[in-house]
């Protein structure tokens, strides 16, 4: 099995109060080809930090190295709302991906549109629509389809369903598994839900203070723990869960 991306020694700096402040602190992992890697650890512990380095949105600050093996790595984001052009229709949302990038006849990038429209479980008819016509769960589907349209190998979701309801977040993780299976995606999932990591992912990476403090298959790191932190978290989780 392969890598599509590859960090190492990755170290984001800020300063605070003029004294360093390292968001991202000597970060090294791989995410290896068809796998969802989860990403878990509470607000603020630089989880959205690293994924806009790694895909090089944060560019201050940032050393180490990061090596990607596909081209046109995409992200999600959080707020489906703010992602989206609220002067825009759909169409035009969907389009854009592949106007920039590409050298696709008009009819040609309809069609494509429809098809990924089809492939998140949404009806043509939202083309002519605005953002703002749109349930927070529909505009999550087009951004997700929006982030597709270039057919990337790798996608990085930031806490994507943590602005959704609980049956809507449902939804969209069944969607996401139907799209890593049906794409041969692999994804970085970060969120600070642990229940959302254990029944999405294949591995897992746990974060405290810009520092991966412990990481390795879903059945050790939630069953047994050996990072204090970590024992934390599950303990929270269980808590919280049962």
């Given amino acids: 099995m392969g890598n599509v991306l590859e960090v190492r020694n990755l170290t984001v700096e800020f300063k605070k109060n003029k004294q360093p402040f390292y968001a991202v602190n000597d970060v090294s992992f791989d995410v290896h080809e068809g796998e969802i890697l989860g990403l878990a650890g509470e607000s603020g512990c630089g989880k959205s930090t690293l994924s806009r380095a790694i895909l090089g949105i944060q560019k201050k600050g940032v050393t180490g190295s990061i090596k990607h093996y ?4 995409q992200m999600v984001f959080q707020d489906p709302a ?6 825009k229709t759909i169409g035009f949302i969907l389009e854009e991906p592949i106007t920039v990038r590409g050298n696709f006849p008009p009819a040609e990038r309809k069609r494509r549109v429809k098809e990924m429209l089809a492939m998140v479980d949404l009806d043509e008819e939202l083309l002519k629509r605005y953002p703002s016509e749109l349930s927070g769960g529909q505009r999550q589907r087009i951004c997700i389809a929006a982030a597709l349209m270039q057919q990337p190998r790798f996608l990085i979701a930031d806490e994507p369903v943590s602005a959704l309801d609980v ?4 939804q969209i993780l069944e969607l996401l598994k139907k799209l890593h299976k049906e794409l041969n995606l692999s994804i970085l999932f970060i969120s600070h839900d ?10 897992v990476m746990v974060m405290k203070s810009g520092r991966i403090v412990e990481s390795g298959d879903l059945e050790s790191v939630y069953f047994n723990p050996v990072d ?4 934390s978290l599950m303990d929270a989780a269980r808590t919280k869960y049962n």
Avoid: E, H, M, W
Wanted: hydrophobic share 30%; aromatic share 10%; glycine share 4%.
């Fill in 70 to 73: 596909y081209k046109r790595p």
């Fill in 82 to 87: 703010g992602s989206l052009n609220p002067a």
């Fill in 167 to 170: 049956t809507v977040q449902s």
């Fill in 194 to 203: 642990l229940r959302v990591i254990f029944n999405l992912c294949d591995r």
């Fill in 228 to 231: 204090p932190y970590t024992k």
